[in-house]
């Protein structure tokens, strides 16, 4: 069974026009990751949550938002898509953050939504 | 900040023959990761490295963890078609709850021909 789950698998959306990707987990997991990958490259981390503490990486463009009205859910908003902001969006989750000391720590990623900017 | 680079970023290669695949990384990372990934899907999770000197190994691949090089290496055995994909390797987590979340090397996009 699915336990990071994203929807939708495909988005296409219009230049300038906002979307919003989900992403859901049943692992009860305190860590959300949102990832965007550009064809052939490393997955880039935007931000994440660790609980209700919202974490946001310092080259992450304005233009990408991010809600968790829970622990089960996760959504990434793009305010106005840009062209160069077509890529694959990866949802992660993880038990604990970085920090934590526990063992065999690792993320769980989502399917991915494949965003299309036309 | 954290990089990770990854060797070769291609490599072609003939069934039955073994590779490495080398990923050195910048400063202390409490972990290590290889993911796989097939072309248009998520990433699968092959490796997590914990400490200096682990070693672990399922099916053809194994990956190795050295800290005092900062280098982790993914060797293939015996290579068969089926392992064809794009292989990352990841480092994150600073001690002490610091930065979070992986910073991936570049991959290395792997062909595997009969």
């Known amino acids: 069974d699915a336990m990071v789950i994203q929807n939708p698998r495909y988005q296409v959306t219009q230049f300038g026009k906002p979307v919003t990707l989900s992403c859901s987990q049943t692992l009860n997991h305190n860590v959300m990751y949102w990832y965007q990958q550009k064809s052939s490259q490393a997955p880039k981390l935007l931000f994440h949550y660790y609980d209700k503490d919202f974490n946001n990486e310092a080259d992450t463009p304005d233009n990408f938002q991010s809600r968790r009205p829970n622990t089960s859910f996760c959504f990434l908003d793009i305010r106005s898509p840009g062209l160069g902001d077509a890529a694959m969006y990866l949802c992660a989750t993880s038990r604990d953050r970085g920090g934590g000391r526990a063992t065999n720590e690792k993320l769980f990623f989502g399917s991915g939504t494949q965003l299309s900017v036309l | 900040e954290l990089k990770v680079e990854q060797n070769p970023l291609f490599l072609s290669m003939q069934e039955g023959k073994n590779y490495t695949i080398y990923c050195n990384y910048s400063?202390?990372?409490?972990?290590l990761y290889w993911y796989r990934q097939d072309p248009g899907k998520s990433l699968e999770s092959l490796f997590v490295l914990l400490s200096n000197g682990a070693v672990k190994q399922e099916g053809r691949l194994m990956a190795s963890l050295d800290t005092k090089a900062r280098l982790s290496t993914l060797h293939i055995t015996a290579a068969v078609h089926d392992l064809s994909a794009t292989y990352f390797c990841a480092g994150g987590g600073e001690a002490g709850g610091g930065a979070d979340g992986l910073t991936f090397g570049k991959g290395t996009h792997l062909i595997i021909q009969p």
């Open positions: 400063t202390t990372s409490d972990r």
